[in-house]
């Protein structure tokens, strides 16, 4: 069984420049979710969405943040404009059936932002 | 929202003796609680899970306690081997699309 693959690994961005990232979840997964690991520190959940709809993205910062999730399969996560904080690794993962009370999450290698 | 914290940030144990990562959670209507352990650089990844209904846990050497009444929940890792060193995340499963919260992590190091 395929991963979920994840793209660009690295990118190196000026601030204030935009960047985006790409995720394949696992076939068949429905939920997918978009999760900041800053170093030395926890991820911590950005978006899920069930197949292509936005379940949750309370803890999205949406002036500058934006994800989508078209036709329920791939997603990708967009940062316009990248500010200094925002340098981290994001991890895309995805489960099934329904979410993290049900099953296990499969994360991506994860991709990994300076912002310099 | 939930909010887990997680005790110690490091530890070190020499091989062959045991480990114990501490986790509390705030939300009492939490009931799914895994653990993941990420290796340097790789992606984080399931080694147990405890679902509220449930005390304790086992999988060969790795185990997990829950409390509910405590709100707490603990990771035992036994005769530590070199290859356990890695960074153990606890995490607590919560609101109507059970969004998972982790913790901060500890950085386990095992001495040969």
């Known amino acids: 069984e395929a991963g979920v693959a994840q793209s660009p690994r690295y990118k190196i961005i000026e601030k204030r420049q935009s960047v985006a990232f790409w995720c394949n979840p696992i076939s068949g997964h429905a939920t997918l979710y978009w999760y900041q690991q800053i170093l030395g520190q926890g991820p911590k959940l950005l978006i899920q969405f069930q197949n292509n709809g936005v379940v949750d993205d309370s803890q999205l910062p949406k002036d500058r943040f934006s994800a989508e999730r078209l036709k329920g399969v791939d997603s990708t996560l967009k940062i316009q404009p990248a500010k200094l904080e925002d340098s981290a690794v994001y991890l895309c993962?995805?489960?099934?059936?329904?979410?993290?009370?049900?099953?296990?999450?499969?994360f991506g290698e994860g991709s990994r932002l300076t912002v310099l | 929202g939930e909010n887990v914290e997680q005790h110690p940030s490091t530890l070190s144990v020499q091989e062959g003796d045991s480990a114990v990562i501490k986790c509390t959670y705030s939300?009492?209507?939490?009931?799914?609680f895994p653990w993941y352990k990420q290796e340097l650089g790789k992606r984080p990844q399931l080694i147990i899970d405890?679902?509220?209904?449930?005390g304790e846990k086992k999988d060969q050497r790795i185990a997990v306690t829950l409390n509910k009444t405590a709100k707490h929940f603990s990771l035992h890792i036994t005769e530590t081997q070199p290859e356990d060193s890695a960074v153990y995340f606890c995490a607590a499963s919560s609101g109507s699309a059970r969004q998972l919260t982790f913790g901060s992590g500890t950085q386990l190091t095992v001495l040969p």
């Open positions: 993962a995805s489960s099934y059936p329904r979410g993290p009370g049900t099953g296990e999450l499969f």
């Open positions: 405890i679902r509220s209904n449930v």
């Open positions: 939300d009492s209507a939490s009931n799914y």
